[in-house]
């Protein structure tokens, strides 16, 4: 059974930082694609950056320059490193599998909160 766990969300102040983890089991991590999406309450859930099973990174314009995502496979873990943080970062963050649609492609989200 695929399971992906988020954490090391809370709470920052703008311009902080904070590192993201997603601990994945039930998949042979090294040769799948990870990403980072965070949705808002109302609004629509977002891409914010991926990864590939070669290491290649992709990032969304509103934190390219600020967010770094890298893989560890021998940890079975994706991180998200987040820096100069500001309050329209504040969502809640998932990662997901890229190329699967199923509940279970998504973890349970971790909370990050900027304050300003």
């Known amino acids: 059974q695929v399971q992906l766990v988020e954490s090391g969300g809370g709470l920052v102040q703008a311009g902080g930082s904070l590192r993201l983890s997603c601990a994945a089991s039930?998949?042979?991590?090294?040769?799948?694609?990870m990403a980072w999406y965070r949705q808002a309450p109302g609004k629509q859930r977002e891409l914010v950056a991926a990864?590939?099973?070669?290491?290649?990174?992709n990032y969304a314009d509103s934190v390219k320059g600020r967010c770094t995502i890298s893989r560890d496979n021998a940890k079975n873990t994706v991180y998200l490193q987040m820096s100069s943080l500001n309050p329209e970062d504040t969502a809640v963050y998932y990662c997901?599998?890229?190329?699967?649609?199923?509940?279970?492609?998504w973890g349970q989200g971790t909370q990050v909160t900027v304050s300003s």
């Open positions: 997901k599998l890229v190329y699967a649609s199923a509940a279970s492609a």
């Open positions: 990864i590939t099973r070669a290491g290649s990174m």
């Open positions: 039930g998949i042979n991590f090294r040769v799948v694609d």
